[in-house]
Every structure is written in C-alpha cells, then in structure tokens.
C-alpha cells in the first residue's frame, strides 16, 4: 500500500513564524497535492506538484509556497504565519496512470497559529 | 466559487437502511468524480469513482450514480452498518493531472 507520511500530526506556531509542513511518499508518484480544511469548506487545493521541481497554484496559494526537490517529497511552506493559516492541512500523491486511481491521503497536520 | 457542492452538511440514518448523500457540481469540463470517506483524525480515503462515459459503478454495499444532464451525483450505502459513520466528500476532477476539486463533505451518522 501506498504510504503518504506527513512529519507532524499536530503543531502549534506563533504569528509570523515560518513554519514547514513535510510529507513524504514511498510509491514513487509524480503527482503531490497539498489541501487545507476547513469546517463549511471542505478540502481545498493550496498547490500541487506533477513532478520535481514542479509546482502549479492551486485554489488558494496566497500566503504559501512549496518546495519539491526530491520525487518523494513535497513541502508546504507558511513564510509568515497568520491565524487565518490555522487548519488542518492534508498532503496527497497520486500517480499519472489510468484514470480509475484516486489520491492517498497522508493523516493530516493540524496546525494552530497563536 | 464552489463548483462542487454538497448541500447536506449531516445526515442520520437507520443501521441496515441505505444511506444515499447527494452531490451537484457545476463545472462542465469535469469528467472523473470520486468519494472519500474521512474519519476524524484521518487522511481521507478513497472509496469510488466514476467515469463521465458511465451513470452507474458498483462497489460492494457502495454504488455511485452520475447524472451529468442534472450535473448530479449521489453515493448509496446498502446496507448502512455503523462503522460507515464518517464525513463523505464528494470530488470531481478533469485533465491531465488528477488535480481534482472536493466538496464541503456530509457528516454521516448510522445509529444502531
């Protein structure tokens, strides 16, 4: 089974602080996804990557950025971290095969910023 | 802009009833829909799919229906056994990248 691993299950970090979320899969995907959620808001896209070095915006990527230098993993970054950041963020990989595969979830970061 | 929307944030039924939650999207270019079922403290997880070119895919007690002219789907959960209990997120994707676009999710709750 695919593994996707993110390093901290919970956080807590003070207004403008830099603040690194890391995960990492073992499946050798090139897709990685990162999402926050939200109560009301469900799961929305902040960026993805579709291979090394790669990265596109997703649907709110303001206050964001992301680091992916090895395939495996893929690392969201809160450059000044703001209250408004506080969430739970889920990191996600799939690969670029047959359309009948859906994404592996990491178990989520819950991040609070005080 | 939510282009996909799941209208109900809760839902109860009966152990052994079916369970049916409900999705509409708005999005024309989306061909590829999937559920998720998250527990709490969990990544989601996925459960099923179905392509555009289809209107039914069965899984077990899980089978989704997709009516594109009415840009609705829904997922039915025959029979509802507790252990279904969990938030269900509806997604839709479309292109080349499985970049795929979730719902606010519908809090199922089987009662025994």
């Known amino acids: 089974d695919v593994k996707v691993t993110q390093s901290s299950r919970y956080l807590v970090k003070r207004t403008g602080e830099k603040v690194f979320l890391e995960c990492v899969q073992d499946m050798d995907h090139e897709n990685m996804f990162w999402y926050r959620q939200d109560p009301g808001l469900g799961l929305r896209l902040i960026y993805f990557?579709?291979?090394?070095?790669?990265?596109e915006k997703g649907d709110i990527p303001e206050g964001y950025s992301v680091s992916r230098e090895k395939k495996e993993r893929f690392s969201l970054i809160l450059e000044s971290a703001s209250t408004n950041q506080t969430s739970m963020y889920l990191c996600?990989?799939?690969?670029?095969?047959?359309?009948?595969?859906?994404?592996?979830f990491g178990s989520g970061t819950r991040l609070t910023v005080v | 802009d939510q282009q996909v929307k799941q209208n109900s944030p809760s839902l109860s039924v009966q152990e052994g009833r079916i369970s049916i939650l409900n999705c509409d999207y708005t999005n024309s270019m989306f061909d590829y829909f999937l559920w998720y079922k998250k527990y709490p403290a969990e990544g989601p997880t996925f459960l099923i799919s179905i392509s555009s070119i289809k209107d039914k895919n069965e899984d077990g007690r899980f089978t989704v229906f997709l009516n594109k002219s009415a840009k609705h789907l829904s997922l039915h959960i025959v029979p509802s056994q507790p252990g279904d209990s969990a938030v269900y997120f509806c997604a839709a994707a479309s292109g080349g990248y499985q970049k795929v676009t979730f719902g606010t999710g519908t809090k199922l709750q089987v009662i025994p």
């Open positions: 996600a990989s799939s690969y670029q095969g047959p359309r009948g595969y859906g994404y592996t």
């Open positions: 990557s579709y291979d090394v070095k790669m990265k």
